[in-house]
């Protein structure tokens, strides 16, 4: 038995662990724990720790982050599975073997900063990537497929349906899913045009957990919340409910702006909008460059397979016209799945656990 611990460094990150561990308890000859850094987020660690309790896995926590260091090292996992370098440093033993599963796959070059050469296996989500990785000198790379998006693959109709009817969607109205970033972020431009929007379609808001948790985002979900109440066909995903995959395959179209969610969505070739409509803080309206050089401006440039609007005004109208046209970028979406993700096939996890058990 491989005692395995989840570093899950924040409550979003879980998404891509759950397919994983799903699949050694299939696989059997795991033993499974999860542990959070101690932070001023406790809603995150309550909300982790009820998911643990539903699994029948072990949350490892202490009275301090230094403690639960400690505690985690002196447990002397035989892997850990984290998804960004983090503390990593810290909670290996020299035998651990340490795993990474990035959370994210957007635009941003933390991507490619976010290197350890403590990490002995990095998964990775797409060929291209991989080859990219591979170029640029990095010898630790097993190419795996998004693991989160494994359950879009797997979740079942009664599930999905069983959503659709707790949140009351109007089933003669089409749906949008709007997932914005949480900086920069469409939400202060595009939020205006939601109202009108609900009156011709559900629209369904999925925020990124930050912009409940930390107090500098607070307010958008503050706006969202407000606007649930005075709107009808919307509805506000809570921040409990911070599995993203099933208002996937609940939407019709997706919105968002420098979400990894534009490339999350493409398996399914449904229409995407990307809301180029930004509010940078000061520091970047007077420096625009040190925003910039944060992004992957070639994977920006790349991007083809949305339909792109500056103005939130035009939000309706592209609306309108690409659920009229759904068949308009069907290839250049299909074309966009195989270039960034790799095998849509809901094996990611697996071929991840397979070599894991190979791994020597």
């Known amino acids: 038995m491989r005692k395995v611990l989840f570093e899950t460094h924040h409550l979003y990150y879980w998404p891509n662990f759950r397919p994983i561990i799903d699949e050694m308890n299939i696989s059997d000859g795991f033993d499974i724990h999860v542990s959070m850094p101690q932070r001023n987020l406790g809603i995150q660690q309550n909300i982790l720790i009820k998911e643990c309790n539903k699994l029948a896995i072990q949350f490892i926590t202490a009275d301090s982050e230094l403690k639960r260091i400690e505690k985690i090292y002196n447990e002397a996992y035989d892997i850990i599975i984290v998804g960004n370098v983090g503390k990593l440093n810290e909670i290996v033993n020299d035998d651990t073997l340490a795993i990474m599963v990035y959370h994210g796959i957007g635009l941003k070059q933390s991507y490619y900063k976010d290197i350890n050469s403590r990490i002995n296996i990095r998964a990775v989500e797409s060929l291209a990537r991989f080859n990219e990785l591979k170029n640029d000198g990095h010898k630790n790379l097993l190419l795996t497929g998004y693991t989160k998006l494994d359950r879009l693959f ?29 900086y920069p972020s469409s939400i202060e431009k595009i939020s205006s045009q939601l109202p009108l929007l609900s009156q011709y379609y559900n629209i369904i808001i999925k925020l990124h957990g930050f912009s409940w948790e930390q107090k500098r985002y607070e307010y958008q979900s503050l706006l969202f919340t407000k606007m649930v109440k005075e709107n009808h066909n919307v509805y506000l995903v809570p921040n409990e409910k911070f599995d993203i995959i099933p208002y996937y395959r609940i939407a019709d179209i997706l919105v968002s702006d420098i979400s990894s969610t534009m490339f999350e969505y493409l398996p399914l070739n449904k229409p995407i909008i990307q809301a180029e409509c930004y509010t940078f803080r000061l520091k970047h309206r007077i420096f625009p460059h040190r925003f910039w050089k944060r992004l992957d401006l070639k994977r920006w440039e790349d991007v083809d397979f949305v339909y792109k609007i500056s103005n939130p005004e035009n939000l309706f109208s592209r609306i309108y016209y690409a659920l009229d046209n759904i068949e308009e970028m069907h290839s250049l979406r299909q074309k966009a799945s195989d270039y960034y993700l790799y095998k849509n096939d809901g094996m990611a996890s697996r071929r991840l656990v397979r070599a894991l058990k190979d791994y020597e």
């Open 154 to 182: 797997t979740i079942s109709y009664k599930e999905i349906n069983s959503i659709k009817k707790s949140i009351q969607l109007d089933n003669s109205k089409k749906t949008v899913l709007y997932a914005p970033s949480f």
